[in-house]
């Protein structure tokens, strides 16, 4: 037996050497495994695309910019704006075709509800293009 037995011949030493068989075994089977996949993730689609010609673009509508300080007063681009106007403001950014992106740029110590509560302000009026303003990270 390659492993040793439970017979009592004498032979109590430990194996001395290790089987590599299996190791050999599984190593080969992953080469297999790779040598088939790897084409695989090579391959792309060719596809032929159309030429369109060069159409006007369309111009977008200015960003509004809707921020909020700590103390949770409003700016409507960088003007003063009372709590009772915003959702007349946004009802009328909700109702221009194309609709302006709107920019919410808060400060970081302000609370988490009164952003959501700005967030679920737009989305009642109908905004449908929301965007954060944040600083980029420092390195």
Do not use: C
Not at 94 to 102: G, I, N, V, Y
Not at 108 to 135: N, P
């Amino acid at each position: 037996m390659a492993f040793g037995g439970f017979d009592n011949t004498g032979h109590s030493a430990p194996m001395s050497e290790i089987n590599t068989t299996p190791l050999v075994d599984v190593m080969l089977v992953l080469l297999i495994i790779f040598m088939i996949t790897a084409p695989l993730l090579t391959h792309s689609v060719k596809i032929d695309l159309p030429t369109a010609s060069s159409a006007p673009t369309v111009e977008t509508p200015d960003a509004i910019t809707l921020s909020l300080d700590a103390a949770g007063a409003l700016f409507w681009n960088n003007e003063s704006l009372p709590q009772d106007a915003l959702a007349l403001r946004l009802a009328d950014v909700a109702a221009q075709t194309p609709q302006p992106e709107l920019h919410l740029r808060a400060d970081k110590d302000t609370r988490y509800e009164a952003i959501a509560e700005l967030m679920a302000a737009a989305r009642l009026a109908g905004v449908e293009k929301l965007g954060f303003v944040t600083l980029p990270a420092r390195e």
